[in-house]
């Protein structure tokens, strides 16, 4: 069985995932109470889901999934940690340590449980910047997510008043928390993480779920939805695409 280990910050283990902040001209928030997220407590498992988180997370319409890797390119830098949360609040960080990717056998038998939810049908797996996610998935773990909502992409769809797409913009604008980067490029691999790092991972999949609910709502006002999950589904086309090394196939 699957090791579990709890890892939180602050009173009773939990995290505060995102922090208030005064704008010009506008009131005065507290920064120690995020609005709209709950505090989370954060599982930290080794290669794979349980199997009682498996079925916790199979009972959700929707999980928020993102990933931290080595670097920024999916076939030479490994997948280290895969971040999972529903909208009761329930976080699970995946660890995966080297010796997973590198032992005989076939990409899909790497973490079983973990494929069974990402490629379930019946649960829709929220992501920012899937298209890199994706990749990071399949080639490590031989997964195929399916079926998925990019709160990157959506943002690019509906927010036409801006350039700034990232998950900090999306959080400061829609939800008014935000985020805390400084831990970004620090070493996933390791084994032992922060708890600047567990709070830095569960705080991603902590606010995807609400950012997508704000975004659709912006998406249905304009009536671009329906052209939202048409970009969606080619997301994992583009991947197959990165993965096999082509590069702006679409430009003349």
Known sequence: MTAVTRLGAGPAGRLGLGARRTRPGGASYNPDVPEHLPEVTPQLVREDLTEEQLQAFLRAPQVAVDTETLGLHPLRDRLCVVQVCDRAGRVVLVQVPREQLTRPGPATDRAPRLKRLLEEPAVLKVLHFARFDLAALKHNLGIDVAPIYCTRTASKLIRTYTER??????????????????????????????????????????????????????????ERRALADECFRVIATLVRLDLLGYEDLFIH
């Open 165 to 222: 797409h990232g998950l900090r913009d999306l959080a400061l604008e829609l939800l008014d928390i935000e985020m805390d980067k400084s831990v970004r490029h620090t070493d996933w691999a390791s084994l032992d993480l922060t708890p600047e790092q567990v709070r830095y991972a569960a705080a991603d999949v902590t606010l995807l779920l609400t950012l997508m609910d704000r975004l659709n709502v912006m998406l249905e006002r304009e």
